[in-house]
């Protein structure tokens, strides 16, 4: 994520400045890594969080290597040991000379998070590990079927204002027309054409996504996507919704299929695929990145 304040430029939660996210076993690397530009000698970065909710604290980034020639500065902080149970809320400040710049104002709202698990109860494997199962079939397997996926393309759609229903019996109904989007990937490079959620946020702060679009590919072809998930609003995300006080940055979980009846993408319809991405509320930008199961 990148974001510009007072002539400071924040980048964190990247490839190349990762950040912790979903559940993480205990002992895991609780580091940050944060970019800030232009560089100074007056420039800083602090890590603020809260743990089950409590007080807010705060970690100092320790400066590391910087490129003078892109005019940027690395900074690393690491959280303190969690235990199995504890949840984690953190938000990065950049600040310069008493200017500031973060991912909402002045990091408060905290907006990203992740949950410390027991090892043993780690069900999300990393895309990249091997798919396996040893026994027979019939019998109990010995290990865990484990996750192996294709990157499939990285969506960035620019989405128009909301047109809400209201609070319904079922929760409250929310559409959300794409303006605009872009697919890019090794083998699926398209636009959307056309785009829609049909969204329910439901009272425990649960919002279902439920998603039609329509893209056409560089060379021509029409490809149908339909997608459900969710997105954690949090407890109080009904009421915040309705109070416009989302967090500035919303995690999405999606599980997207796709349709085709052209020959070159016709392997797209044997594919089920999953997403994982963010919404910034600011400026309306939806961004995800789709993985092909195998």
């Given at each position: 994520?990148?974001?510009?304040?007072?002539?400071?430029?924040?980048?964190?939660?990247?490839?190349?400045?990762?950040?912790?996210?979903?559940?993480?076993?205990?002992?895991?690397d609780?580091?940050?890594?944060?970019?800030?530009?232009?560089?100074?000698?007056?420039n800083?970065?602090?890590?603020?969080?809260?743990?089950?909710?409590?007080?807010?604290?705060?970690?100092?980034?320790?400066?590391?290597?910087s490129?003078?020639?892109?005019?940027?500065?690395?900074?690393?902080?690491?959280?303190?040991?969690?235990?199995?149970?504890?949840?984690?809320?953190?938000?990065?400040?950049?600040?310069c000379?008493?200017?500031?710049?973060?991912?909402?104002?002045l990091?408060?709202?905290?907006?990203?998070?992740f949950?410390?698990?027991?090892p043993e109860?780690?069900?999300?494997?990393?895309?990249?590990?091997e798919?396996?199962r040893?026994?027979?079939?019939g019998?109990?397997?010995?290990?865990?079927y484990q996750?192996?996926?294709?990157?499939l393309?990285?969506?960035?759609?620019?989405?128009?204002?909301?047109?809400?229903?209201?609070?319904?019996?079922d929760?409250?109904?929310?559409?959300?027309?794409?303006?605009?989007?872009?697919?890019?990937?090794?083998r699926?490079?398209a636009?959307?054409v056309q785009?829609a959620d049909?969204m329910?946020i439901?009272?425990?702060?649960?919002?279902?996504?439920?998603?039609?679009?329509?893209?056409?590919?560089?060379?021509?072809?029409?490809?149908?996507?339909?997608?459900?998930?969710?997105?954690?609003?949090?407890?109080d995300?009904?009421?915040?919704?309705?109070?416009?006080?989302?967090?500035?940055?919303?995690?999405?979980?999606?599980?997207?299929?796709?349709?085709?009846?052209?020959?070159?993408?016709?392997?797209?319809?044997?594919?089920?695929?999953?997403?994982?991405?963010?919404v910034?509320?600011?400026?309306?930008?939806?961004?995800?990145?789709?993985?092909?199961?195998?």
């Amino acid at each position: 994520m990148t974001y510009t304040r007072d002539g400071l430029t924040l980048i964190y939660d990247t490839p190349e400045a990762p950040a912790p996210a979903g559940d993480l076993p205990e002992n895991s690397d609780l580091a940050i890594t944060a970019i800030l530009k232009p560089t100074s000698p007056s420039n800083a970065v602090t890590v603020r969080y809260r743990v089950n909710g409590g007080p807010i604290k705060e970690v100092q980034a320790v400066e590391g290597e910087s490129d003078y020639r892109q005019n940027t500065q690395c900074f690393h902080a690491r959280f303190p040991n969690f235990v199995a149970g504890q949840s984690v809320d953190y938000g990065v400040v950049g600040s310069c000379a008493g200017r500031q710049v973060a991912d909402s104002e002045l990091s408060r709202d905290l907006p990203h998070s992740f949950r410390i698990i027991r090892p043993e109860s780690v069900g999300a494997l990393p895309l990249e590990l091997e798919q396996k199962r040893e026994g027979a079939p019939g019998d109990q397997p010995a290990g865990r079927y484990q996750l192996l996926g294709e990157f499939l393309a990285r969506f960035t759609i620019k989405i128009e204002a909301p047109q809400i229903a209201g609070p319904t019996p079922d929760g409250i109904r929310v559409t959300w027309n794409a303006a605009r989007g872009d697919v890019k990937g090794p083998r699926l490079t398209a636009k959307i054409v056309q785009g829609a959620d049909w969204m329910l946020i439901k009272t425990d702060g649960i919002a279902r996504v439920d998603v039609g679009a329509l893209l056409e590919t560089i060379d021509g072809s029409m490809i149908v996507m339909n997608y459900s998930g969710l997105i954690e609003l949090g407890e109080d995300g009904y009421q915040k919704f309705l109070t416009n006080n989302l967090h500035k940055t919303l995690r999405v979980w999606t599980t997207p299929r796709f349709s085709t009846g052209d020959d070159h993408y016709k392997w797209l319809n044997r594919r089920q695929c999953i997403s994982i991405g963010e919404v910034s509320m600011d400026d309306l930008t939806y961004v995800y990145d789709v993985y092909a199961l195998k």
